[in-house]
């Protein structure tokens, strides 16, 4: 386990650790869950992409039949793709 403590200001805001920030493939403008276990632990995870997100990124459908899980899982792919690029771009 790897301990990671960050000060939280005035107006509630916290700054992630860059290395946490990193695990999680998340930049600036992206997206961060707190979940609540069970057990009451709260975990810091990465947004996770939803149907509703996803399908707006498809372009309208055609006429003809498609297979809609393979569109969804390219589009996903595809979002998902995009934290690991800007992290290169840095």
């Not at 990124?57 to 039949?65: C, D, Q, T, Y």
């Not at 569109?71 to 934290?83: G, K, L, N, V």
């Amino acid at each position: 386990m790897h301990l990671r403590l960050a000060t939280i200001s005035s107006k509630g805001q916290e700054t992630i650790p860059i290395d946490v920030r990193r695990r999680l493939g998340v930049g600036a403008s992206d997206r961060a869950a707190f979940v609540v276990t069970n057990e009451g632990n709260v975990e810091l995870r990465a947004e996770r992409f939803t149907l509703e997100s996803v399908l707006g990124s498809l372009a309208a459908l055609p006429n003809e039949s498609i297979d809609l899980d393979r569109e969804i899982a390219d589009a996903t792919a595809e979002a998902a793709a995009e934290p690991m690029r800007r992290l290169k771009r840095q």
